[in-house]
């Protein structure tokens, strides 16, 4: 079983700015892509920022320059440090691995998981 523990969400004035931030938890044999993916009302989740495993970063265009994606593979987490925030990025955010698991002596994946949401308002 694979859990995604997300925390750090909040409120926050426009300007502002709060760190995500991931564990993954489980019998989790070797982590993939990792990502932040956040749904605001009425709206479809839609990718905010992905870390690959080489290092290799991606942002959405609303984002780059605000937003940095890290990822501690030590700790088996992802951060999301935001700055300078806007009322556009009012969402639930979550947090997504793409990882393989290690049930007895059998590897299986890699496979999607996600996290449970963490609510960002951000107010003028």
């Known amino acids: 079983q694979v859990q995604l523990t997300e925390s750090g969400g909040g409120l926050v004035q426009a300007g502002g700015s709060l760190t995500l931030s991931c564990v993954a938890s489980?019998?989790?044999?070797?982590?993939?892509?990792l990502g932040w993916y956040r749904q605001a009302p009425g709206k479809q989740r839609e990718l905010v920022a992905r870390?690959?495993?080489?290092?290799?970063?991606h942002y959405d265009d609303s984002v780059k320059g605000r937003f940095t994606i890290s990822r501690d593979d030590s700790q088996n987490a992802l951060y999301l440090q935001m700055n300078n925030l806007k009322s556009e990025d009012t969402a639930v955010y979550y947090c997504n691995a793409y990882l393989e698991t290690q049930v007895g002596v059998a590897i299986q994946g890699p496979n999607t998981y996600w996290g449970q949401g963490t609510q960002v308002t951000v107010f003028s």
């Open positions: 489980g019998n989790i044999f070797r982590i993939h892509d």
């Open positions: 870390v690959d495993t080489g290092g290799w970063l």
